[in-house]
């Protein structure tokens, strides 16, 4: 029975009971915690079909009886690893994608090894992506490939299809793409002109360490991670919370370093030019224009995204210039729209629904 | 059945959820401003050049010592990787060549046919 106060007397002795097994647990799965590693991620069976330098491209064995005809050219953000769409079984964007039919293949990054300092855009470009759509196309033997792009890996893709826009590419998807860099409102303080030398920052460093990678993706939540770190104390006992955690917090913390010569572009063309957004953005002496885009295209967007805000993302679907277009906000934040129990309800049979019917 | 609203520990997860937004709020405000980005930048622009200034340094060392410099490293590794580059391209020349005259490729796995169709309207999954 509830006081008028709203302290429940009744139920404190049980309430203490239950706290103190959790203490118990804490203790025991805290040493559990430190003695073992996490799960093992991105296990679904693939053959690496190319590498080359910063450069790996992934072939996911089928899982289906038939597949669609068109195979998917999965393009990761060079800021991170490309596991976070392949976590464990019951949890893998890849998985799901095999198991409904389609041929999966993943332009993944590694880290650029110090010579590769000197990497540009237009190699990522004009050169990686093509190669892999080359690739892709040969070893499927059909002309047409889908392409994904997650974040940075979106705009990778919408650089190419604007640049080879009567090319291979048969339907395009981002996630959480941003294409007005002014609108990453802290991102373009920290990356001020005035006050931000990133010539002299590449010019020492060369490749720009994953260290300020972290820290700048960091600072957008400041708290976040030691209130994380507190949850996850609170939630120790609960194995299903720790092996999430671990997953996530394993794949946030595994941050890429970035090409010197490419990050350079990145701050001067799109950060303080913003040229994708006002259409004069070029790669290699090639105009990439997005309203070259013909091709149907989904971007899916998320809520609470703190890293690519909506504002940075929304003129995406009115500047392209396909006709078969579509918009879709769900619910979540920059990693849960594509990855965890969120993804698998929400964006995962969306974009199913999308592309199977474009894939044949 | 303890209401949330009367449990401590519900209590102090939701007191400790509004203070990461509180302050993730707040320092969000501060890191706003240019003044914030003035900071940050010179921090980072000494940190960078102090780094440069001990890479030449440790350069001049490692040569009166007679050993190879991180830049004579780097060219060796440019070296491996353009041998490495050269390798891919052969080999993928030689499983295209393979694949040309018909032979059986060595752990090549049979694939499905691209035959597969949308689950229709009505909802069902092939």
Redo the contacts between chains.
């Keep these: 029975m509830n006081a008028p106060t709203g302290l429940d007397f009744a139920s404190i002795p049980e309430r203490i009971q239950s706290e103190v097994q959790r203490a118990i647990q804490r203790s025991i799965k805290g040493v559990e915690y430190f003695s073992t590693s996490g799960p093992t991620l991105g296990s679904t069976p693939k053959d690496v079909l190319h590498s080359r330098g910063t450069m790996n491209l992934y072939h996911y064995r089928p899982q289906s009886d038939e597949i669609y005809r068109i195979p998917v050219l999965i393009v990761m953000a060079t800021t991170n690893r490309g596991y976070i769409l392949d976590l464990v079984p019951g949890q893998s964007f890849i998985e799901f994608l095999l198991k409904r039919g389609y041929d999966v293949y993943m332009l993944d990054w590694t880290a650029p090894r110090p010579e590769e300092k000197s990497l540009r855009m237009e190699d990522y470009v004009l050169d990686f992506i093509p190669d892999c759509v080359r690739r892709v196309q040969q070893d499927s033997g059909e002309k047409d490939v889908s392409v994904i792009g997650y974040c940075f890996g979106g705009v990778l893709s919408l650089l190419y299809g604007s640049i080879f826009n009567d090319g291979p590419m048969k339907n395009l998807i981002c996630f959480t793409t941003p294409i007005d860099f002014r609108e990453m409102k802290l991102f373009s303080n920290f990356s001020d002109r005035r006050y931000f030398d990133v010539d002299r920052l590449v010019d020492s460093v060369g490749n720009v360490p994953p260290e300020m990678i972290l820290s700048s993706f960091e600072m957008l939540r400041p708290a976040s991670r030691t209130v994380s770190q507190i949850q996850l104390w609170e939630n120790i006992w609960n194995d299903e919370f720790v092996k999430s955690y671990r997953m996530f917090d394993r794949w946030a913390t595994d941050t890429l370093p970035l090409a010197g010569e490419y990050f350079r572009a990145i701050t001067k063309d799109l950060m303080w030019d913003n040229k994708l957004f006002n259409d004069n953005m070029s790669v290699g002496g090639r105009a990439a224009k997005l309203a070259n885009i013909k091709v149907p295209i989904l971007h899916a967007v998320a809520e609470h995204d703190h890293i690519v805000p909506y504002d940075a993302a929304k003129h995406l679907i009115t500047k392209i210039g396909s006709t078969d277009k579509e918009e879709v906000m769900l619910k979540g934040g920059h990693v849960s729209l594509v990855a965890g129990a969120n993804a698998i309800k929400r964006l995962w049979p969306k974009l199913d629904s999308w592309l199977g019917k474009r894939s044949i | 059945?303890?209401?949330k609203?009367?449990?401590?520990?519900a209590m102090w997860?939701k007191m400790?959820?509004e203070?990461?937004k509180g302050?993730?709020s707040f320092?969000?405000q501060a890191?706003?401003?240019?003044e914030?980005?003035?900071a940050?930048?010179?921090a980072?622009?000494v940190a960078?050049?102090a780094?440069?200034q001990f890479g030449d340094l440790m350069e001049k060392y490692l040569l009166s010592m007679n050993l190879p410099s991180?830049e004579q490293m780097?060219?060796i590794?440019?070296r491996l990787?353009s041998i490495?580059?050269q390798l891919?391209e052969i080999k993928?020349m030689l499983s295209?060549m393979s694949a040309g005259s018909g032979a059986p490729q060595s752990g090549t796995?049979p694939?499905?046919?691209?035959?597969?169709?949308?689950?229709s309207d009505s909802g069902e999954?092939?």
Excluded at chain 2, 31 to 34: A, L
Excluded at chain 2, 111 to 119: E, G, L, N, Q
């Design positions: 059945m303890t209401d609203i009367n449990d401590p520990v997860q400790v959820g203070m990461e302050f993730n320092a969000n890191m706003s401003s240019p914030f980005s003035q940050m930048n010179r980072g622009g960078a050049g780094q440069k991180r780097t060219g590794a440019e990787q490495e580059g891919g993928s295209q796995i694939r499905p046919p691209r035959t597969k169709r949308p689950p999954q092939r």
